[in-house]
C-alpha cells in the first residue's frame, strides 16, 4: 500500500491545497515502511490541480491530511484514494500513529 502525506517541513500541511510536497510511503503487508519518496506539487489547488489521478497511477490507496474541503475529498475519492482528515504533526510520528491503528477521520 502507498500512502500520501502532504507535506511542508516535515510535518503534514494544514493545507492539502498548498503543500510544498507529498511525501509518499510504501507500507508492506507486515506495516512496514519499505520506501519513503517525495512527488512535488503540481501548480494550482489540491482540487483541481490534477494531483489525483497521478497519485493513483502511482498506486496511491490512501491520504493522511491536515483540512481538506469536501471537494478535493471528492475527486481523492473518486480516483479510488481513502482520505483521513483532521492529521498533524511530524509525518513520520503521524506514519506510525497510523499503522498502530490510532488515529481516524475528523
Known amino acids: 500500500m502507498i500512502i500520501a502525506i ?3 517541513d516535515n510535518h503534514v500541511d494544514d493545507h492539502f491545497g498548498h503543500c510544498d510536497f507529498y511525501t509518499l510511503f510504501t507500507i508492506d503487508d507486515n506495516k512496514n515502511i519499505v520506501k519513503t519518496y517525495r512527488l512535488d506539487s503540481p501548480e494550482g489547488c ?12 502511482l498506486g496511491v490507496k490512501l491520504m493522511l ?9 471528492n475527486v481523492l475519492e473518486q480516483n479510488n484514494i481513502e482520505v ?12 506510525q500513529s497510523y499503522l498502530q491503528g490510532t488515529i481516524s477521520d475528523s
Open 84 to 95: 483521513i482528515r483532521g492529521c498533524s504533526g511530524d509525518i513520520n510520528e503521524l506514519i
Open 65 to 73: 491530511a491536515g483540512n481538506m474541503g469536501t471537494g478535493a475529498k
Open 6 to 8: 502532504p507535506t511542508r
Open 46 to 57: 489540491g482540487c483541481k490541480s490534477g494531483i489525483a489521478p497521478i497519485l493513483q497511477e
